[in-house]
């Protein structure tokens, strides 16, 4: 069973995956061939320039400016994205209906990668899982939440907690696993360091209704050499246990609630 895959009413309102290959210093003659390759799928095309600051150690110089490129392609509903750069690429999508169908389209945007730039080791890959619990009516947020993630705001203190934010680390048989919980009154369901969000939102929240974001990240840094089927492979390892972890974050009563 995926994530969200059988409930009807599910929560997740975002959905990433990653590989992280060896570094190409020079991407850009590749471009073309992949647009090309990718462009039916995909007919939405943004070159992206990033730039940060990268700090010595100790700060007793200036920072160095890195400026980074990054090629997008989107699909024509904007809900499905792919994010190129020298050493990464990243599909999003915010309309997730099934395990399959999301694995079946990353392979092809790496076949199309693998076949044209030849990347020779992945050094890393993650998927990310972002749902949004709003509560239904009158209920609470520990109607959905398992009582370990609440923390203080389950109503021990006579008090109004403004924001509790849970985090988990988790070493499992094929990776690391992070289950983040944030209870607030949340103005967005996306976290703040995957803003800006260049995907349609299916679910906007109403920031005067307590609600949750559950964050759940799971990586593996194992390396081997690029092959899209075994990538795809070990993603579906990562994603049998993302799974079972959101059916442990979440109650019974939610999970029965969403069907």
């Not at 209906?97 to 990668?113: A, G, K, M, P």
């Not at 976290?191 to 209704?209: G, Q």
Request: glycine share 4%; charged share 25%.
């Amino acid at each position: 069973m995926s994530l969200s895959s059988k409930l009807s009413n599910a929560p997740l309102v975002y959905v990433l995956a990653q590989v992280k290959f060896s570094p190409i210093a020079d991407i850009s003659p590749y471009i073309p061939k992949i647009q090309e390759a990718l462009r039916k799928e995909y007919p939405r095309f943004d070159p992206i320039i990033r730039q940060g600051f990268q700090w010595s150690i100790g700060g007793s110089s200036a920072p160095e400016v890195l400026t980074v490129r990054e090629w997008d392609f989107s699909n024509k509903a904007k809900t499905t994205g792919i994010s190129l750069s020298s050493s990464s690429l990243v599909m999003q999508t915010t309309a997730y209906t099934h395990s399959d169908d999301f694995f079946e389209q990353f392979e092809r945007s790496i076949e199309v990668v693998g076949s044209i730039m030849e990347p020779a080791l992945v050094q890393r890959i993650g998927l990310r899982y972002i749902d949004f619990i709003v509560p239904e009516g009158d209920k609470a947020l520990d109607a959905y939440i398992s009582p370990g993630l609440m923390g203080l705001a389950s109503g021990a203190l006579d008090s109004k907690c403004l924001r509790s934010i849970s985090e988990t680390v988790i070493k499992t048989e094929v990776g690391q696993l992070v289950c983040r919980c944030i209870l607030a009154n949340h103005a967005s369901p996306i976290p703040s360091d995957l803003m800006p969000l260049r995907l349609a939102l299916k679910k906007e929240p109403d920031s005067e209704k307590r609600t949750a974001i559950l964050d759940t990240d799971h990586f593996s840094e194992k390396e081997f050499d690029f092959d899209p089927k075994s990538i795809v492979k070990n993603l579906r390892a990562l994603h049998t246990l993302t799974s079972k972890s959101f059916k442990t974050a979440v109650t019974q009563a939610a999970l029965k609630e969403w069907e």
